[in-house]
């Protein structure tokens, strides 16, 4: 199982950025993707999900209505749109999945990637 993110960046406050996660080896139809964050001396948090088949969605309450998480299922591509950003979404961004649930749990999530770092200044 691979997931590959790419996209992070450093912007301004207010700016945008997407983020894809590459996914390949996945062997269930019914897994979920999440896209996960941890900040310097934070623990890592949940930030959006998507379930693969169906596209059921959830986000953390931070970013709802600034965040958006789709897939495109020919690219086996998940993306999260991430707009008005602000200092406090500072952290590595890691794409991960799971077979089994849509969760917020970090420990739920079974494979990961490499992580991206999202860098935003005020």
């Known amino acids: 199982v691979q997931l590959v993110e790419s996209g992070g960046g450093s912007v301004q406050a207010g700016d945008s950025l997407r983020l894809s996660c590459a996914v390949s080896g996945l062997l269930s139809s019914s897994y979920v993707v999440g896209w996960l964050r941890q900040a310097p001396g934070a623990e890592r948090e949940f930030v959006a999900g998507?379930?693969?088949?169906?596209?059921?969605?959830l986000y953390t309450d931070s970013v709802k209505g600034r965040f958006t998480i789709s897939r495109d299922n020919a690219k086996n591509t998940v993306y999260l749109q991430m707009n008005s950003l602000k200092p406090e979404d500072t952290a590595i961004y890691y794409c991960?999945?799971?077979?089994?649930?849509?969760?917020?749990?970090?420990?739920?999530?079974?494979?990961w990637g490499q992580g991206t770092q999202v860098t935003v200044s005020s």
């Open positions: 998507i379930r693969w088949i169906g596209g059921r969605t």
């Open positions: 991960a999945a799971n077979g089994v649930i849509l969760t917020t749990t970090p420990g739920d999530y079974d494979y």
